[in-house]
């Protein structure tokens, strides 16, 4: 028996290829294997940039005497969570229902038909707190396994018949309408820290999404109070040691309510989602400080996160030596007053400590502080803040580096595209939209490939061996669609209605309920389908929003009729939910507005065009190009002429088109900008 991670493409399992446990990838054989031998099957789930998962790790599954008995009682699977979220999904849910939270690392125990009977998620090597040791977990299993074995077959039936009940039906609902887009602003309100901003208590997430949907609400109906949270949300978060005030980007959620100390992990969709927020942030207010955060999260993301063949990794670790060699959180980016005066003096230590929030007893471990920007230091010098950061930087790039997750996500590969395109427009950076394009053109040589069916991860430009699930789809075809609007290139239109003709195929079940599997997928214990945004868009979602603007662009009914049968759920969620729907309600925005279909006949990057892109309409769809063979391209700009030989704007929504217009400001009027 060996370990047999080596021949995977994950990194977290990579990361595991060495232990002296006798690990299985997720496969038909290793639960072969387990019925062979009469044994149960150790499931563990994690990520490669996942503090906990490397703690278990090094305790447990590194530990040779651990590893002996796990290899002579089970057989272990391990399975990264980002390459199969369908599997982690399937018994994260099991885990919540049965012991009231979730989370990684996940250790699941399951019969031979992949069952499971015993949960849990961390367990440490002695016992502390209550909680048994992982040495305990692994013999008391054994004993019910060889002891028990029908009681335990009985709960492991009974698990998976409560899951089986819980299948979703929400289609057929009808759609969300103004009532229930108040009712979820509402709720928004009453959850809205007034002193902090965000949402709820700690730990805080970057709530990205519900941002969008305030954005698009104050954009469609001007409700003030609206665009004062979304406004006050970011900035609170841009001048927290959330953001990275050096290097740019996010990390992954704020420890408390303050946004003062972060869990370090960098990840790719959170960047993206929040470069393309603080981006339409600007459009709708001209804030410096949202262009500043759009471009500096862009230079970010290109910066660490691209890969050689020009795809988007997924994530930085937490974790990194520190001076004395330690592996500890947050290393990289913490600064005590002494390791300030070491690079910059005396002078302009004082300056930055006081700039950045440093302080004597630090405000996150060991007297070492998260750089922020608190905001009691008066006017300040901007060339000298310029200065000090730039000596900082170079200081810091000199540490050892956080590890990277180096896979390639297709879906928020896709949410970087869309990032990309519309910053590099926005702010005349065609050096990021190229970066888009490229990123684009990997999802369709690799992904896509031979198959003509999206898979989920790549690594050094090859494909993994897992199926796209429907966030792939909604969230590729969301980020095609976007590369499309500013590029004038038809392609990224068909392509993405190329995988959205596979979402009505293979996703869609009765009534316009989704699935975040294909139908023809591998077969779990139940068929996952999770329609609330968490961290990133739902499939749900992803394809509500993206079938949406496809529809909008091609006049497609049954892409208009597929998205409105999604949509259900929202109404249903919405009030109730608002925090975990947000992309919901930014595509019922969008819905709710139309959305608007701008046509321009003229020339891509010219006045017209930029003009389109910047309107705050929600949703609103924009093909540009010129010439014969534009309709070709856009069905929009079929029988669109020019009006006295100049470039000319067409807007229509719901059927019914305002008078062409070859005046950018006109234009403006229309598009809310």
Known sequence: MANRLAQTTSPYLLQHADNPVDWWPWSPEAFEEARKRGVPVLLSVGYASCHWCHVMAHESFEDDDTAAYLNAHFVPVKVDREERPDVDAVYMEAVQAATGHGGWPMTVFLTPDAEPFYFGTYFPPEPRHGSPSFQQVLEGVATAWTDRREEVAEVAGRIVADLAGRSLVHGGDGVPGESEVAQALLGLTREYDEQHGGFGGAPKFPPAMAVEFLLRHYARTGAEGALQMAADTCAAMARGGIYDQLGGGFARYSVDREWIVPHFEKMLYDNALLCRVYAHLWRATGSDEARRIALETADFMVRELRTAEGGFASALDADSEDAEGRHVEGAYYVWTPEQLR????????????????????????????????????????????????????????????????????????????????????????????????????????????????????????????????????????????????????????????????????????????????????????????????????????????????????????????????????????????????????????????????????????????????????????????????????????????????????????????????????????????
């Open 342 to 673: 070491e690079v910059l003096g005396e002078d302009d230590a004082a300056f930055a400590a006081a700039y950045f929030g440093v302080t004597e007893e630090g405000t996150f471990e060991e007297g070492a502080s998260v750089l922020r920007l608190p905001g009691d230091t008066g006017p300040v010098d901007a060339a000298r803040v310029a200065g000090v950061r730039a000596r900082l930087l170079a200081a810091r790039d000199e540490r050892p580096h956080p590890g990277r997750d180096d896979k390639v996500v297709a879906a928020w590969n896709g949410l970087a595209i869309a990032a990309l395109a519309e910053t590099g427009a926005y702010f005349d950076r065609p050096d990021l939209v190229e970066r888009a394009t490229e990123a684009a053109d990997l999802l369709v040589r690799v992904h896509l490939g031979e198959v003509a069916r999206l898979t989920r991860t790549s690594k050094d430009g090859r494909a993994g061996d897992n199926a796209g699930v429907l966030e792939d789809y909604g969230d590729v075809a969301e980020g095609f669609l976007a590369l499309a609007a500013v590029t004038g290139e038809g392609a990224w239109l068909e392509f993405a209605g190329f995988l959205l003709d596979i979402v009505l195929e293979q996703f869609t079940g009765e009534g316009g309920q989704l699935y975040d599997t294909a139908h023809d997928a591998e077969q779990l214990i139940r068929r996952p389908q999770d329609p609330t945004d968490s961290a990133t868009p739902s499939g749900w979602t992803a394809a509500a929003g993206a079938l949406l603007s496809y529809a909008a662009y091609t006049g497609s009914e049954a892409h208009r009729t597929a998205a409105e049968g999604a949509l259900g759920v929202v109404k249903a969620l919405g009030p109730r939910v608002p925090r975990f729907v947000g992309w919901g309600l930014a595509v019922a925005e969008a819905l709710l507005d139309g959305p608007r279909e701008v046509a321009v006949a003229g020339p891509v990057g010219g006045e017209l065009h930029r003009t389109a892109l910047l309107g705050r309409a929600p949703g609103a769809v924009v093909a540009a190009g010129e010439g014969p063979g534009a309709g070709a391209e856009f069905p929009l700009l079929v029988d669109r002429p020019l009006v006295g030989g100049e470039p000319t704007a067409y807007v229509c929504r719901h059927f019914v088109c305002d008078a062409p217009t070859t005046d950018a400001g006109e234009l403006a009027g229309k598009l809310g900008g």
